[in-house]
């Protein structure tokens, strides 16, 4: 196998170790010469490729969002109106929290630590702000275009994930107790009626009775 597939090979049992590890026992329980072990690798293999093992909790996660991220931006390029691909990244709920069961109970674990190491916690945070930097940058499109929205586009931004957010959070904390994909949805669409980007839903009909 010539020596740069040996390499990648190499890196990537690392991860696949890792993973398994830290999704069974936790990040802070499990330790460098267990990656290692699980991998089949020696530790100076490890530190070739990642410079500790908060390294390679940072490498797992940033797989794990890109490919988040490629498939909000496919459905972004798919759907020329924002409301409506705000919409279909909504429906996107229950495959994201399929392929992410196992990472969000990692990242709880991650972050009780890494907020007493505050370079860590930059580096934690990091992708948050690209997810809000790329709602903010697509909201700022529409309203240029004419798209009523209620707000500036950053605060619209933030609003949307800290739902998005909570949202994942409650299902992690809560998953029997509601259909979170469906109230993902709804919300996003409570969220758009509210900046004026979608029309506002017709008033049910009711009869009441007064004394």
């Not at 690798?41 to 990642?50: D, E, L, N, P, T």
């Not at 229950?94 to 007493?116: K, M, N, V, Y």
């Amino acid at each position: 196998m010539p020596k740069q597939a040996r390499s990648e090979a190499t890196r990537r049992a690392l991860l696949e170790a890792a993973e398994r590890l830290f999704a069974s026992r936790g990040y802070l329980a499990v330790s460098v010469d267990e990656i290692c072990r699980a991998a089949g690798v020696s530790k100076g293999a490890f530190y070739h490729h990642f410079a500790s093992k908060q390294a390679v909790f940072l490498a797992l996660l940033e797989a794990w969002l890109q490919r988040l991220q490629n498939v909000l931006e496919a459905e972004r390029a798919a759907t020329p109106a924002l409301p409506e691909a705000l919409q279909a990244m909504s429906r996107q709920l229950a495959p994201i929290w399929e392929t992410g069961r196992a990472q969000w109970p990692l990242l709880l674990d991650f972050w009780s630590h890494a907020i007493r190491d505050p370079e860590v916690w930059q580096a934690t945070v990091a992708p948050y702000r690209r997810f809000e930097a790329l709602f903010a940058e697509w909201l700022a499109e529409a309203a240029a275009q004419g798209a009523p929205l209620g707000t500036d586009p950053l605060t619209a931004a933030r609003t949307l994930l800290a739902f998005a957010t909570g949202v994942l959070l409650q299902g992690l904390l809560l998953p029997n107790d509601a259909n979170w994909p469906q109230i993902a949805q709804e919300g996003v669409l409570t969220l758009l009626r509210g900046w004026g980007m979608l029309p506002s839903r017709p008033a049910a009909s009711q009869t009441r009775s007064f004394p």
